[in-house]
């Protein structure tokens, strides 16, 4: 046998040892599986340039420690463990940038890679548990997406949340306003999380503060702020489509007043909940051209991302048509679903007439056509879930979000785009494509999902800062879920009061 193909085998044994081998789980690493060893070669393969749509065949990707370090037909390094993929599509890792992590760490970070992000928006810090899983991501000790954490929710008062379900941040002028801002900031927050009851001059407090402090702000709409104000006063997302919606109306300034009329007592969801509809019902069949136009126009021009969240959408404008995924039970605890249940029956569920169950149903179509608009308009749009709403599971909900932003209008290419390439812009990220010098993120796919953007669920392997999980170890992380969700909670999630719940507000 010559040197050559020694070489040659040798480094396909060591590529099917880093596949196939080691024992994965969600607070401890092995370096033996995970670390690449000098430099990892995946061949073969088909690599997907989201921001084009271009496919480049028969590619070697290279990298090396978290970095790509080489993509195109080049040679395979002496000494390098290659990993043959043949008939394999290479994308960026995903990111879901709307979640709300259920279980304790055994959970939502395994299930997260598994399939395919590595990256997610936590959209509440409500609990310090949440930064400790951020940091020990980011230092290795914990295998998990990267996590970028909100801080607590800040609302208005009355807060539509009850604080035995949910502690938020309740503010009621500029002074306590500022003041919240401060404290997230002591506490570790990633970005300042906004929520719909606001007051206009608590918010602007908050916008304003923010700044100062070097936070950006995310989040709802107020229901006291137009959609332009949100965009032009600098919040850089807007997550949903409530409030957007009521701002293409030509009966905006009706639609307006009604929704200063809404009053709610402290922690009454279900009354908030309700008041909306005939106001959203009243503004999807009053829609207005020429008022998106002006709208989107404005979010486009300042690059105020969207984050529609289909995914929640679609359960909560069908609560009676819709439920938990049997084959993705296995992955949550009975008290996960029981709490799923728990909040449709009471938050979203309760005292509603026919007509408003009829209009609910018919709502998910308007949303549809909604988001194609946005994306016709090119409004800058990012893939999120609201996971932690039900009935979504964390990692499986973020495909049901791609497809609905396909069967919404999006192309393929697009759905990917706002679960890839403008993620990574909003962050800051050097993610987002599968180019050198770009942090090594990739799935790789059994399918081209361009072709059909369901093949995003056909995961053969994931590689996260580089470290790659192959096919035994993805079904090692989701049996260790199975498993764990069967457990009490780890001792350290005791200690720091739980977390977290499947009762996470949007």
Known sequence: MNSSRRQFLARTAAGAAVLAGGTFTSTSLSAA???????????????IDVATGRRDRHQTVLISGDRIIGVGRIPVPRGAVEINLSGKYVIPGLADMHVHSVGDERVSPPLYLANGLTTVREMAGTNPMLYDWRDRIAAGTLLGPRMVVASNIID??????????????????????????????????DFVKVYSRLSRESWRAIVDDARKVGLTVHGHGPDEVTSKEVSNAGQRSIEHIHSL?????????????????IKVATGDYNSWFRQMHPIEWIAANTY?????????????RNRTRVTPTLTMHNVLDQIDY??????????????????YDYVIQNLY???????????????????????????????????GTDTGTPYSVPGFALHDELAHLVDAGATPRQALYAATVEPAKFLGLNTGAVEPSKIADLVVLDAD?????????RIHTVVTRGRVIGPAQREQLLAGVEAAVK??????????????GSHRPA
């Not at 909604?370 to 749009?381: G, K, M, N, S, W």
């Open 33 to 47: 599986s995970v670390t690449p060893t000098r430099i990892t070669a995946l061949t073969d393969v088909t690599v």
């Open 288 to 300: 207005s051209p020429s008022r998106a136009a002006d709208v989107f126009g404005t979010l486009r």
């Open 156 to 189: 208005g008062d009355p807060t539509l949340w009850d604080p035995n379900l949910i502690q938020v941040i309740v503010v009621d002028d500029a002074d306590s306003a500022r003041a919240a801002v401060r404290r997230v900031k002591s506490e570790g927050a």
């Open 245 to 261: 919606g009521l701002a293409v109306s030509t009966q905006e300034a009706e639609v307006r007043r009604m929704l200063l009329e």
């Open 487 to 500: 457990e009490p909670p780890t001792a350290a999630t005791l200690a720091a009061g739980g977390c977290c």
């Open 449 to 457: 999902p361009l072709t059909d953007i369901r093949n995003t669920r």
């Open 322 to 339: 819709t439920e938990l995924d049997p084959t993705l039970a296995k992955y949550l605890s009975e008290e996960s679903i029981g709490t």
């Open 349 to 383: 569920g309760a005292n509603r007439t026919a007509e408003e169950i009829s209009h609910q149903k018919q709502m998910w179509a308007w949303r549809q056509r909604f988001v194609r608009e946005l994306f016709a308009h090119d409004v800058p749009i990012m893939a």
